[in-house]
């Protein structure tokens, strides 16, 4: 949210003015429910409809399309690939289907999966993300982390996430300032 708010431009969007900030990569090590931020300023419920979105092949209203069903069988591929390939950098997948509506296009449109270290790293790529609510994404993400971790009898690595414009919207500047404003210690 920082980096959206200390460096974006304003700009519109189908639902509103958004501040818009310039493209972004970063690494997370462990994306957890339990995160204090997310404990304090989260949506429970909201939460669990994303989550859901992530766990079950049918379209989850008010969503135009469901993770799961786009990212399903493509798991096992991976898996297979990394299992005869451990070191591969080809472990890819789309989100994305040509010629889909342009209002159904997904905001997490690949997923790449690497072995380095002994560990699984995921990295999620958002061609725009909604910084406020982008934890409504991590979460279930993280799920989908470990699932392929254990599948492949691997510590989870860091999710590293990439997104081309991350954006907050103007209507939700006074829950973001809380967010921003509010310091909490680092856990180890």
């Keep these: 949210m920082r980096h959206v708010w200390s460096t974006g431009t304003l700009a519109l969007d189908d639902r509103g ?7 972004v990569l970063f690494e997370i090590a462990r994306v957890s429910r339990n995160d204090p ?6 949506d429970p419920e909201r939460l669990a409809l ?3 979105k992530f766990s079950e092949d049918a379209i989850v209203p008010p969503f135009k399309y469901s993770y799961r069903a786009r990212i399903g069988g493509q ?15 080809s472990a890819w997948i ?3 289907t040509p010629g889909e509506p342009y209002d159904a296009v997904p905001c997490l449109i690949g997923l790449a999966f690497r072995i380095r270290d002994d560990a699984l790293v995921m990295t999620a790529t958002f061609r725009s993300q909604n910084a406020y ?3 409504l994404n ?8 470990a699932k392929m971790a254990r599948s492949l009898r691997l510590e989870r690595g860091p999710m590293r996430v990439f997104v081309d414009v991350p954006h907050v ?9 809380k967010v921003m404003r509010h310091e909490l210690p680092r856990r180890s």
């Design 133 to 135: 609510t982008s934890y």
């Design 138 to 145: 991590y979460v279930p993400l993280a799920e989908v982390h």
């Design 50 to 52: 994303y989550s859901r």
């Design 94 to 96: 789309s989100l994305t």
């Design 17 to 23: 003015p958004v501040i818009e900030g310039p493209a």
């Design 169 to 177: 919207y103007l209507a939700d500047s006074p829950q973001v300032l």
């Design 37 to 42: 931020i997310i404990e304090r300023f989260g």
């Design 75 to 89: 798991l096992r591929w991976v898996a297979d690939l990394l299992r005869v390939k451990p070191y591969s950098k």
